[in-house]
């Protein structure tokens, strides 16, 4: 048997898993198939809900929350954490137990209860 031969044969013979394709069109989706899969990896497995609005115990963290009044919300045991409440009125709002980590609390108006 000549080398073209078992090189023939491999290509044309079938083998477990082998479907047919080429070599070319694998490596052709191998770049979109490790793009999607570091996206999954990255995101999140539960995003916030950062349209929400205040009630105890939602997830705002690392969302948006700038130059808002949001007098007397009660936030108890809400994630915030990571979000950006520069120049939000947050006065006499209830804040107990919620993740404050990493917040930004810049000129925040206000004072919390509880």
């Not at 044309?12 to 793009?35: M, R």
């Not at 700038?66 to 809400?78: D, I, V, W």
Request: with cysteine.
């Amino acid at each position: 048997m000549t080398i073209f031969s078992i090189r023939h044969r491999r290509r044309t013979s079938p083998a477990i898993g082998n479907t047919g394709q080429s070599p070319a069109l694998a490596a052709a989706l191998l770049p979109a198939f490790v793009l999607a899969t570091s996206l999954a990896a990255a995101s999140p497995a539960i995003a916030a809900y950062c349209s929400g609005t205040p009630e105890p115990g939602l997830d705002w963290s690392e969302c948006t929350k700038k130059n808002l009044m949001l007098p007397s919300s009660e936030l108890e045991g809400a994630n915030l954490s990571g979000t950006d409440f520069s120049l939000t009125d947050l006065s006499g709002s209830n804040l107990a137990s919620a993740n404050l980590e990493k917040a930004n609390l810049v000129r925040v108006a206000g004072r919390g209860q509880g």
